[in-house]
């Protein structure tokens, strides 16, 4: 607990005060954000605001965590090393794809088969790495288990029925999915003042919950009574996993400040598609991979904008000879500022919506236990 609230007290206090000073580089740098002709137009006012802002949050996280266990003078834990590794990986990938952006001045920056290949790579090394770190049986030698799980096991997901080799490769593609479409979803949502910042605070706060819950009730964290013992978690140091979130959450709050509109920095694909990994990450380690599309409920509707508008126009295109839309534009959030919603109002009203799914996610996942 100590540890948590310091870590979490360190990474506000980073992006809160240092986050001008980094602003103040990226200018000098030229890290400004291009904005694409066929976006709203009201958005030509932010061209040049600076973006790349994720490495700040990120390194916030990383020094909240750190600091947090040597003031506490606890160990740090191979399950926050590898949500942190993931959330700095897809960060990576999100760097070179801005800064190929800022340096060419154009709206694109890595190809779109690049950016997955990246996310795929980092994917696969942290599949690799979990299921040799946490999911390893009592002696230590092979997974326990790569069961697919909402918050239990769900036996018609177990990915080890067809050996372990098969179970591993199906594994390392299950992580890859969640990686790919998590990640993809925060960076469709990351299109206005605030919107996704505020959206992963609120989906990333719920492993709080969840961790605190699964430490209590953790196989692998103390002794259970053997009454209750076939309602417990298989999740590798859970109360680890609140405190890296609490970290992450921290120094987002901190950064929002900065960030809420007129935003004086962006995130950029940096920072969300390095909140994309940590989401994934951190349903992973705990064990609650589809409780995911839920908790983050709010990235799966603005992506289903996209995919729902492009798919129907190419059908009514193919159909009629002309391609047809639902909305005004995509990603959703366009759409409502097309329509002449301020910006603000679409961002805490998505807010309002992003809670409401982290709040049914929580309680899910309450009332799944509870019926173990």
């Excluded at 997974?143 to 697919?148: K, R, V």
């Excluded at 983050?296 to 492009?310: D, K, N, P």
Aim: hydrophobic fraction near 55%.
């Amino acid at each position: 607990m100590v540890a948590l609230l310091i870590g979490a007290a360190i990474s506000l206090a980073f992006t809160l005060f240092l986050t001008p000073v980094f602003i103040r580089i990226f200018k000098r740098l030229g890290w400004g954000q291009f904005i694409r002709n066929d976006g709203p137009q009201s958005h030509h006012t932010k061209r040049g605001t600076p973006t790349m802002g994720g490495i700040v949050f990120i390194l916030a996280s990383i020094v909240g965590y750190l600091g947090g266990h040597l003031i506490a003078g606890v160990p740090w834990t191979m399950v926050a090393v590898l949500v942190l590794g993931m959330m700095c990986g897809l960060g990576l990938v999100g760097f070179l794809d801005d800064f190929i952006k800022t340096r060419r001045q154009r709206s694109l920056g890595l190809g779109g088969w690049a950016k997955i290949a990246g996310q795929v790579i980092v994917g696969t090394i942290f599949a690799l790495l979990a299921i040799s770190r946490l999911f390893l049986d009592e002696n230590g030698l092979t997974p326990a288990s790569t069961y697919i799980s909402a918050v239990r096991r769900v036996p018609w997901l177990n990915l080890y029925a067809f050996g372990p080799i098969l179970g591993i490769l199906l594994f390392v593609i299950w992580v890859n999915v969640m990686t790919v479409s998590t990640s993809n979803g925060v960076n469709v949502a990351d299109g206005l003042d605030g919107l996704a910042t505020g959206a992963s605070i609120l989906a990333i706060s719920a492993y709080l919950f969840i961790g605190f819950w699964q430490n209590n009730q953790s196989c692998f964290s103390r002794t259970i009574d053997l009454a209750v013992k076939y309602k417990c978690y298989d999740a590798r140091d859970p109360l680890d996993v609140a405190v890296v979130a609490a970290c992450i959450v921290g120094a987002l709050v901190g950064f929002l400040w900065w960030n809420t509109a007129p935003a004086q920095i962006f995130m950029g694909d940096t920072g969300s598609l390095g909140l994309g990994g940590a989401m994934a990450a951190l349903a992973i380690v705990t064990r609650t991979e589809l409780l995911l599309v839920i908790i983050g409920g709010l990235f799966l509707v603005v992506t289903g904008s996209v995919i729902v508008q492009r798919g129907w126009f190419k059908i009514t295109k193919w159909r009629y000879g002309q391609g047809r839309r639902i909305f005004l534009m995509s990603p959703l959030q366009h759409h409502f500022e097309l329509k002449g919603w301020a910006e603000i109002t679409i961002v805490v009203r998505f807010w309002i919506i992003a809670g409401m799914f982290v709040a049914g996610g929580i309680g899910l996942f309450y009332l799944e236990w509870v019926s173990r």
